[in-house]
């Protein structure tokens, strides 16, 4: 996939993951410690609407943002970035368009909202996602085959393989609230297993999503027009701020529980939540929204 694709510096590029290992080694241990690394240090997050600023796929100005401005993104720009990367490493990367689940309709977006990278090593194929966020991000790439259990550190993920569909559904633990202010919360999923998108195998390019980037910040139907979306995973699970509210959440397999600490924030806190909990600095003030739409963490 290229749009306006100048020079990789891949030395920056590990420098902002923390990564220190090979780079001459296209094998499924590198993909897979990058991935990590990309997740645990790149937001996903939709600021930049919030800020009055345009989200674009050209990946000079995705390159100078995530890696140079210490910014994350959403799907179009994560894993434009991350496609970008593991091509200049010597991987072989198909671009994949994926249509979300929606819980409200019970049925996948008739649009492809989602970018994915397909990644082939060793006659094995492999879903490479950085930027779904939340307790929905997978934190190692995925092998593409039909119905085999695949556990992580969020739930078990399984591919589901529907004629020239697959979709991605997940096995997620019981959540227990500790703020009896949100034990009822729409954001928490209460469903144990879920849909999350699906995905054909025909290779993408940049052009293809050109009219889904700008729907997706147009639309006033949009999710990411009605939500502020913050999202950062950590070595236990991930935080996220979603408009003024703040969750941090510790995942417990051992217990069968997902622990949500979940609370408001101020508006002289919104800052410092930014910075000190996602290393993010903004350019322009941000205006939070939480409007009601389908989304959970």
């Keep these: 996939m290229s749009s306006s694709a100048g020079e990789m510096n891949l030395d920056e590029y590990f420098q902002r993951i923390g990564y220190h290992g090979p780079r001459d080694k ?62 200049e490493m010597g991987f072989n990367v198909t671009t994949l368009g994926a249509r979300v689940f929606n819980s409200t309709t019970n049925d996948f977006s008739p649009r492809e909202g989602h970018l994915v990278n397909m990644v082939q090593i060793d006659g094995k194929a492999y879903i490479a996602d950085v930027s779904f966020g939340v307790s929905s991000q997978i934190w190692e790439p995925l092998e593409i085959i039909s119905g085999k259990d695949q556990p992580q550190a969020a739930g078990v993920f399984r591919l589901i393989n529907k004629g020239d569909n ?32 699906c995905f054909t195998l025909e290779p993408r390019e940049a052009h293809n999503f050109t009219e889904t980037n700008q729907a997706l910040q147009t639309d006033p139907t949009s999710l990411f027009i009605n939500k502020s979306i913050c999202s950062l995973q950590t070595p236990s699970g991930f935080k996220a701020l979603i408009g003024w509210t703040y969750s941090e959440i510790t995942y417990k397999p051992e217990e069968g529980v997902d622990v949500f600490d979940i609370r408001d924030i101020t508006e002289d806190e919104l800052d410092q939540v930014l910075k000190e909990q996602f290393n993010l600095r903004l350019q322009k003030k941000m205006k939070p929204a939480n409007k009601k739409a389908c989304y959970t963490l």
């Design 166 to 197: 697959w979709n991605l559904e997940k096995t997620g633990r019981k959540p227990e609230v500790l703020n009896p202010k949100f034990s009822s919360s729409g954001l928490v999923n209460r469903m144990q297993t879920y849909q999350i998108y």
């Design 26 to 87: 296209a094998d499924l241990e590198t993909l897979t410690s990058i991935h990590q690394l990309h997740i645990m240090s790149i937001p996903f997050e939709n600021l930049s609407i919030h800020c009055g600023e345009w989200n674009t796929i050209d990946l000079e100005v995705i390159f100078n943002k995530l890696v140079r401005s210490s910014r994350g993104g959403w799907c179009l720009e994560n894993n434009s970035l991350f496609g970008w990367v593991l091509r």
